[in-house]
């Protein structure tokens, strides 16, 4: 692994944890808007839509939190990964089926519907976390501190 590495890791991880973090963050103020968001993909059975509303933003502002300190990095990255690859497959399935809903992704302010761009965008996502969670910790994370 070169001198770099450790550091263009470290600034993956960061704008990954930064993504999520602002993206949890825009969606706390309106659970009710994010509920009808979610219901609105007709993936999740109705009565799921609200828990998931309060819990999905706080839970990605604490994935984005792990990632920007770097504290359990490979865990946190691989299911960072995870979940874009999720939203990747719930967005798809919406504009296949003709759906024409916002991907809510980041809150109110994502109105535009759903497109093959979000597609990719959450699929570029998925690929960087995959190679944070692949090359993890990075520089300056609190994991090479426990380790080291």
């Not at 991907?103 to 759903?114: N, R, T």
């Not at 979000?118 to 998925?126: E, Q, W």
């Not at 969670?133 to 994991?143: E, K, S, T």
Request: aromatic share 10%; net charge neutral.
């Amino acid at each position: 692994m070169g001198l770099r590495t450790p550091y263009l890791i470290f600034v993956l991880r960061v704008a990954l944890g930064a993504v999520l973090v602002v993206a949890g963050a825009l969606k706390v103020p309106d659970p009710t808007a994010f509920a009808s968001t979610i219901a609105g993909f007709q993936l999740l059975p109705p009565a799921v839509a609200g828990p998931m509303a309060v819990f999905v933003p706080w839970f990605e502002i604490l994935l984005g939190g792990y990632l920007i300190v770097g504290y359990l990095t490979r865990a946190a990255a691989w299911v960072a990964c995870t979940e874009f690859v999720i939203f990747a497959g719930a967005i798809a399935s919406v504009v296949v089926r003709g759906i024409h809903i916002a991907c809510g992704c980041f809150g109110q302010g994502d109105a535009a519907p759903a497109s093959w761009i979000d597609v990719v965008r959450d699929a570029a996502l998925a690929a960087g976390a995959l190679v944070v969670a692949l090359r993890a910790p990075g520089a300056l994370a609190v994991d090479r501190r426990e380790i080291g």
